[in-house]
């Protein structure tokens, strides 16, 4: 369970720095590119991958640079979900990406629904409408405090299919990994440069260190999450929804009492639909 618990705390404080970067005067679209290098950079000394998988012919190249593009993309609209919405939505809103993931087996793969899926899946849309539900306190907000949890849900949903994509190939997940950093590495940094063209912000030391520790955060997650599975092969249920449910009621704890994040009751309902979604999928 240690490295179920260090994954969960990885996830969680990826968002906590990216709600932390204004405040540090760092620019996040910098941190997200020089974040790509730390995590290509760790995925090729710790976990020493072979790309061989990648140069045959019937390799999902397709899939892999759709993932260096989405991948840099919805970094970004995370960061934005967490300083328009705060970790707590934003966090949970990650979470419910399993949804579409869900939706995809249906539609794409022919994955025949049971009952249990159907009412996980009910209670998802559920805690997703109410987490991104504002009362009339919260308006002056706009449209971006629900719009981008909406965003962060289906881009992380994407994100998922597209690796489920390639894993259904045999490529191994390092390679995977290594692939998919280095292309969005030259990606990430066309965003900062487009961000740098509208507001001005050059490219600064503090940035690129603020983005290296968001690598190391962001590796960390996925490997001691792959660790977790490697230590427990034979609970994978347990593991998929120890993590999800982890990160929903850390990110829940840490927004509400670090950041004085305000939910309303039905923010709260949400919070509590949501892990009960999560375990009725996992369980189903």
């Known amino acids: 369970m240690l490295f179920l618990c260090l994954s969960i705390l990885c996830s969680v404080l990826v968002s906590v720095w990216l709600k932390l970067a204004r405040r540090f005067g760092l620019d996040v679209p910098q ?34 640079l759709a993932l260096a593009v989405l991948l840099p993309a919805i970094f970004l609209a995370l960061g934005t979900s967490v300083r328009h919405a705060g970790i707590v939505r934003s966090d949970v809103a990650q979470r419910l990406s399993l949804l579409i993931s869900l939706l995809a087996a249906f539609v794409l793969f022919g994955q025949l629904p049971t009952p249990r899926m159907l009412a996980g ?7 997703l409408a109410a987490m991104v539900w504002r009362g009339r306190a919260a308006r002056a907000d706009g449209a971006a405090a629900w ?83 490697v230590a427990l092969p034979n609970d994978p249920a347990l593991v998929f929804a120890t993590m999800n449910i982890g990160v929903v009621a850390l990110g829940t704890l840490v927004g509400v009492l670090a950041f004085r994040e305000r939910l309303s009751r039905i923010n709260a309902i949400g919070v509590l639909l949501a892990a009960a979604a999560i375990a009725l999928l996992t369980l189903a």
């Open 31 to 64: 941190m997200v590119a020089w974040n790509y290098l730390a995590a290509g950079s760790l995925v090729a000394l710790v976990l020493h991958p072979s790309l061989a998988p990648l140069r045959q012919p019937d390799a999902p190249r397709f899939a892999v």
């Open 147 to 229: 719009l981008w949890p909406l965003v962060v849900c289906a881009g992380f949903g994407a994100i998922d299919i597209l690796l489920k994509q390639v894993a259904a190939a045999g490529i191994p997940i390092a390679a995977s990994l290594q692939a998919m950093f280095a292309l969005a590495l030259p990606v990430a940094l066309g965003f900062a440069l487009l961000a740098r063209r509208r507001s001005g912000a050059r490219f600064t030391a503090r940035s690129l260190a603020g983005g290296l520790l968001l690598g190391v955060l962001n590796f960390g997650n996925i490997l001691f999450y792959l660790r977790a599975h």
């Open 121 to 127: 899946l009910a209670l998802g849309l559920l805690a």
